[in-house]
């Protein structure tokens, strides 16, 4: 009689055994859920590489915006032509002008900048010019005028104390912004340069288009012959 309900009472407990486990299991499911439920509010409070890019793109900001066309010299006119045989009438320029990973309070410290905090993008296009010819270009310091030495000197970062400029150590493309192009067979081209500075707000005022490629020997360092046109440029 005591072997039978040993017996019995020991099928009985290994009857029980998968409830148990189904139970377990059950639990562990749910255990599994809050775990997995913790991870995806760290990946939403992690920012992904494709967001993080995306913070970096909106640390560029944009500079100046010209788009313009190039007319005789008039009191409010934009973009001024002193020759319209090189320069016509009508003829287009546009100058896009971004700074590359400032700091937010880069505005307020522009005199000092030195480009610790990044430097400055330059983009020109011009159309309709005289076909398959050389031009330079470059940032001055004064507005378009009636005359065209009204532009004043070109922009420096580190200005040479002896003006104007030729001396090599400060007439460079890296010291002054450079934009030379050659125009194709419609006359229009693009030019691009980028420096490891910001401008001193209120001392970069113009574009001025010049004759020739800007040379680069000692004594005639960043002259390019006359000048050709000028546009306006607020910075």
């Known amino acids: 009689m005591d072997l039978t309900r040993h017996l019995t009472r020991t099928i009985a407990g290994l009857a029980l055994l998968p409830l148990l486990a189904a139970g377990c299991d059950g639990g562990g ?6 775990g997995g439920g913790s991870y995806g509010a760290g990946e939403e409070s992690s920012p992904s ?45 546009e100058l896009a002008i971004s700074s590359e990973g400032a700091d937010e309070g880069a505005d307020e410290d522009a005199d000092d900048q030195e480009g610790d905090d990044g430097g400055t993008e330059f983009s ?3 159309t309709g010019l005289t076909p ?7 940032m001055h ?28 150590k400060y007439a460079n493309d890296d010291n002054e912004v450079w934009l030379d192009f050659t125009t194709d067979s419609d006359g229009n081209a693009d030019s691009d340069a980028d420096v490891d500075w910001a ?9 001025v288009i010049h004759d020739q490629h800007t040379k680069t020997g000692e004594g005639e360092a960043g002259s390019a012959g006359d000048r050709l046109a000028c546009v306006n440029v607020k910075l």
Do not use: I, W
Not at 29 to 34: A, E, H, M, R, V
Not at 75 to 80: D, F, K, L, M
Not at 132 to 138: E, I, K, P, S, V
């Open 29 to 34: 499911d749910g255990n599994g859920g809050g």
């Open 49 to 93: 590489p494709t967001e993080e890019g995306g913070g970096t793109e909106e640390a560029q900001a944009n500079l100046a915006d010209v788009s313009e066309e190039f007319e005789p010299y008039s009191e409010g006119a934009a973009a001024v032509t002193y020759d319209e045989d090189a320069v016509p009438a009508g003829a287009g320029v």
């Open 124 to 126: 020109l296009r011009v």
């Open 132 to 138: 398959d010819r050389d031009y330079g270009a470059h």
């Open 141 to 168: 310091t004064g507005a378009c005028g009636e005359k065209p030495d009204d532009s004043g000197p070109h922009y420096q970062d580190q200005k040479d104390p002896e003006q104007p400029s030729s001396d090599p």
């Open 199 to 207: 401008p001193r707000s209120g001392e970069m005022k113009s574009l």
